[in-house]
């Protein structure tokens, strides 16, 4: 069975994004709590909802394979949150996926600007960020990280 990628609409699919990412937090390892992630949790389904923002999940059959937010940063610029595909669902092109839906529902948002931030580590994320037309840009936002890469698409 092929994934279905779709946003989140429901109070059953955000619980399910919440545990994708709570997954990704576990994944990555590092501490992330310099980026308020109980009041990211708290307030998920306002801040990845409607009216300015959007969480798609990648779905196989009833489980989630991977996720990923768009969220307003200022008027025109939104930001790309928490890219995840879990290990045995990679290499299906899901990453590449969730991107390119979650570009076309920036642009269908009437934004102007994509931005992220990852670490360097992360090399496959930035060579998929690349082949998508994002560029290295300088630091908009505080990480710890001395790997903080920065990167924007233009939409």
């Given at each position: 069975?092929?994934?279905?990628?779709?946003?989140c609409a429901t109070?059953?699919?955000?619980?399910?994004?919440?545990?994708?990412?709570?997954?990704?937090?576990?994944?990555?390892?590092?501490?992330?709590?310099?980026?308020?992630?109980?009041?990211?949790?708290?307030?998920?389904?306002?801040?990845?909802?409607?009216?300015?923002?959007?969480?798609?999940?990648?779905?196989?059959?009833?489980?989630?394979?991977?996720?990923?937010?768009?969220?307003?940063?200022?008027?025109?610029?939104?930001?790309?949150?928490?890219?995840?595909?879990?290990?045995?669902?990679?290499?299906?092109?899901?990453?590449r996926g969730l991107?390119?839906?979650?570009?076309?529902?920036?642009?269908?948002?009437?934004?102007?600007?994509?931005?992220?931030?990852?670490?360097?580590?992360?090399?496959?994320?930035?060579?998929?960020?690349?082949?998508?037309?994002?560029?290295?840009?300088?630091?908009?936002?505080?990480?710890?990280?001395p790997g903080a890469?920065?990167?924007?698409?233009?939409?």
């Amino acid at each position: 069975m092929d994934p279905l990628i779709r946003p989140c609409a429901t109070d059953d699919d955000f619980a399910a994004a919440i545990a994708v990412t709570k997954d990704y937090v576990r994944w990555l390892g590092m501490d992330l709590a310099f980026q308020g992630l109980d009041a990211e949790f708290a307030a998920f389904p306002v801040m990845y909802g409607p009216p300015e923002g959007v969480f798609l999940l990648a779905w196989e059959g009833p489980e989630p394979a991977g996720g990923v937010g768009l969220r307003r940063l200022e008027p025109g610029v939104c930001e790309m949150k928490r890219l995840f595909v879990y290990d045995r669902f990679q290499g299906r092109g899901l990453g590449r996926g969730l991107c390119v839906g979650l570009i076309e529902r920036a642009r269908a948002l009437g934004y102007g600007r994509m931005r992220l931030d990852t670490i360097a580590r992360m090399e496959p994320a930035l060579a998929l960020y690349a082949t998508l037309g994002f560029v290295k840009i300088a630091p908009y936002r505080f990480n710890p990280d001395p790997g903080a890469v920065y990167l924007e698409l233009r939409l």
